[in-house]
């Protein structure tokens, strides 16, 4: 006869009892990754949600091109242009 893990313990309980046993880990367990998960999957929701609420409207390229053209080339000692 082989023996399992269960084996020395269901020598002396009912077949039923060890499979309640059994599925009441299994739902212990279920829970403490529901418990761990549930805040992170909530928080990047409410994260995810916000960060395309306030998102940056891309300009259109004849308004881009303009506002580059305000901005003079810097001939500074800060500047890394060589001309």
């Given amino acids: 006869m082989t023996e399992t ?3 020395k313990v269901s020598q002396g309980l009912p077949h039923n009892i060890i499979l309640i046993i059994r ?3 299994m739902v212990v367990l279920y829970m403490i990754w529901i418990y761990i998960f549930m805040p992170v999957i909530i928080l990047s929701g ?3 949600y916000f960060e395309k609420k306030s998102g940056a409207i891309s300009l259109e390229e004849g308004k881009t091109a303009d506002k580059l053209e305000e901005y ?3 001939h500074g000692m800060n500047s ?3 001309f």
């Fill in 46 to 48: 409410i994260a995810i």
């Fill in 23 to 25: 599925s009441f880990w």
């Fill in 72 to 74: 003079p080339p810097e």
């Fill in 80 to 82: 890394f242009n060589p």
């Fill in 5 to 7: 893990r269960f084996s």
